[in-house]
């Protein structure tokens, strides 16, 4: 019997041992909870893809990109190739299957038209963003809507051929250097607007001449910001394609590359597509109908018929290549040790 308080003394330190490791278990688990939290809201984020258009490239988009990872959300900017509408569009939407969950699809200048064909029966696309953006229809070109809303693009264009392997040959589309600052960028420094116009990436005829095969933004809610200082697309252009898509639409005073001169405003109009919810969500468009019609033929009433034709063959492919740009790539979600 003398044995029993010292086993009774050691089942106590057992106790005591097993309540500290307890408590510091607690401990620890509050410690981390927060900031497995923190994984878990960022992780909860849509990807932000942003897509740019003829004559830039993914760098169009960095102060974009820098102030939305600040906000938590993953982004990529993929490379559109700017060989043509069919072949980049089915480029961009084999980089939308590499991204895991939600998606926010951004597109600027030519980058719209490739977004709206992209996205077409891709469900994890929640919004379109359009910046300064082509918009088109099923049946649509770019030269098709230069045509009806010209611009000074077509004063800004060198037609480069170009020869490819295999016997393939083209013509590229360039801005002629000491027209790019006034068309394209007319609220950067000239500094930075010689950069663009050394680094610019050309893109094909093709790119605006093609038809789209589809129109996303039917059935894809949208958000579009139009550049009122616009020289490469026409703002009454610009201003025709959100009011036909019901696109929550905002207006600023920009030039084309408002992603770049602008940036906070372009992060604050993909925020609004990436949280906006239930009523806060524009009504997809329907589809065409007379009052679409009507539209057109009122938008071909506004147009100069003197500048039409010129608009197909220069004005009205190039004003399709513009522009910003895209991006995907998400950051992969972190488990926690179990």
């Known amino acids: 019997m003398a044995a029993s308080p010292a086993l009774g003394s050691g089942r106590g330190r057992i106790r005591a041992r097993v309540a500290a490791a307890g408590c510091a278990l607690a401990v620890c688990t509050a410690l981390v909870a927060p900031a497995a939290a923190e994984d878990d809201a960022a992780a909860g984020k849509p990807t932000v893809v942003l897509i740019h258009g003829a004559f830039a490239d993914g760098s169009s988009w960095n102060g974009v990109i820098q ?5 938590g959300y993953p982004v990529i900017a993929p490379a559109n190739p700017l060989r043509g509408l069919t072949t980049d569009s089915a480029y961009i939407a084999s980089v939308l299957d590499s991204v895991k969950g939600p998606i926010v699809l951004v597109g600027h200048s030519y980058g719209g038209a490739v977004i709206s064909v992209a996205a077409a029966g891709n469900s994890r696309v929640k ?5 300064s953006a ?18 000074e693009l077509a004063t800004a264009i060198k037609a480069v051929p170009y020869r490819a392997g295999g016997g393939v040959r083209g013509t590229d589309l360039y801005l002629k250097r000491d027209k790019l600052h006034r068309v394209f ?13 050394a ?23 949208s958000w579009f910001l139009v550049a009122r200082q616009d020289k490469t697309i026409n703002p009454r252009q610009e201003r025709f394609e959100a009011k036909r898509a019901h696109a929550h639409t905002v207006e600023i005073n920009s030039s084309h590359v408002a992603m770049i001169a602008h940036p906070q405003a372009v992060t604050d109009l993909i925020v609004k597509a990436a949280t906006a919810t239930g009523s806060a969500r524009p009504s997809p468009a329907a589809n065409p109908s007379d009052s679409r019609a009507r539209a057109d033929s009122r938008a071909r009433a506004e147009s100069r018929p003197a500048d039409t034709a010129a608009a197909w063959v220069t004005a009205g492919a190039a004003a399709l290549l513009l522009g910003g740009g895209a991006v995907l790539v998400g950051r992969r979600r972190r488990r926690r040790p179990r």
Request: net charge positive; glycine share 4%; aromatic share 6%.
């Open 67 to 71: 102030r939305l990872e600040r906000r």
């Open 134 to 151: 082509q918009m088109l229809d099923k049946g649509e070109s770019g030269q098709s809507l230069a045509a009806r809303y010209p611009s």
């Open 185 to 197: 960028a007319a609220d950067l420094p000239a500094s930075t607007a010689k950069l663009l116009a």
């Open 199 to 221: 680094t610019q990436r050309p893109a094909s005829t093709a790119a605006f001449s093609e038809k789209a095969k589809v129109a996303a933004w039917r059935q894809i809610p």
């Open 127 to 131: 919004s379109l963003v359009y910046v």
